[in-house]
């Protein structure tokens, strides 16, 4: 996924906001396998597990099962045909969430050779909002964040000024 880009600003965001908000003693299931981001967690001083590539609207049995204090979920619930009971089967107190917001001058994202790397949601922020407090979060803090390129165009210009990213940090009610 990441063979000819890296994406380092939203990383360097999505670091910053998880100490911001999560102490290093936490214990934390990333949902998703482990990826390029978990090593950069644990580099922080985390103790970070996976989920292993298990289709999670279908098996849940390893957040079910989690002892952990936190679950993060980055840029997860987009391939999810049902995040609400993803989101329900957690029995960690916090959840730390990105998303990619929907743009309006771009159409959803879909991989012609990954089947995984699709996205059957793209969530406007109060969309995410509303499905967190409905599945029983409550939101504490929340940033946004662009995503410009550098090409030509008018998308790549208005990636300057639109937000893409989406991160949350909610408690259990």
Same mark, same amino acid.
């Given at each position: ?10 990383f360097? &965001? ?5 100490q911001? &908000?999560?102490?290093? /003693?936490?214990e934390?299931?990333?949902?998703g ?16 597990? /996976? ?17 952990a ?9 987009? &391939?999810?045909?049902?995040p ?17 917001l ?9 991989s012609?050779t990954?089947?995984?790397?699709? &996205?059957y949601h793209?969530?406007?922020d109060w ?44 408690e259990?009610?």
């Amino acid at each position: 996924m990441y063979e000819k880009t890296y994406p380092n600003k939203r990383f360097k &965001h999505t670091a910053e906001f998880l100490q911001k &908000h999560i102490s290093t /003693n936490s214990e934390i299931l990333d949902l998703g396998v482990e990826n390029p981001f978990t090593p950069i967690m644990k580099g922080l001083g985390y103790r970070v597990s /996976n989920t292993s590539g298990e289709d999670l609207d279908l098996d849940k049995n390893t957040i079910e099962n989690s002892t952990a204090d936190v679950v993060t979920a980055f840029e997860i619930f987009e &391939h999810l045909l049902a995040p609400m009971s993803v989101l329900q089967s957690i029995k960690a107190t916090k959840l730390v969430a990105s998303i990619p917001l929907r743009l309006w001058f771009s159409p959803a994202y879909r991989s012609k050779t990954d089947m995984w790397d699709r &996205h059957y949601h793209e969530f406007e922020d109060w969309q995410f909002d509303w499905l967190l407090e409905k599945a029983g979060w409550k939101i504490i803090a929340r940033e946004k964040w662009t995503n410009p390129t550098k090409k030509i165009g008018i998308r790549p210009i208005l990636r300057w000024f639109t937000p893409r990213y989406y991160i949350v940090y909610a408690e259990r009610i």
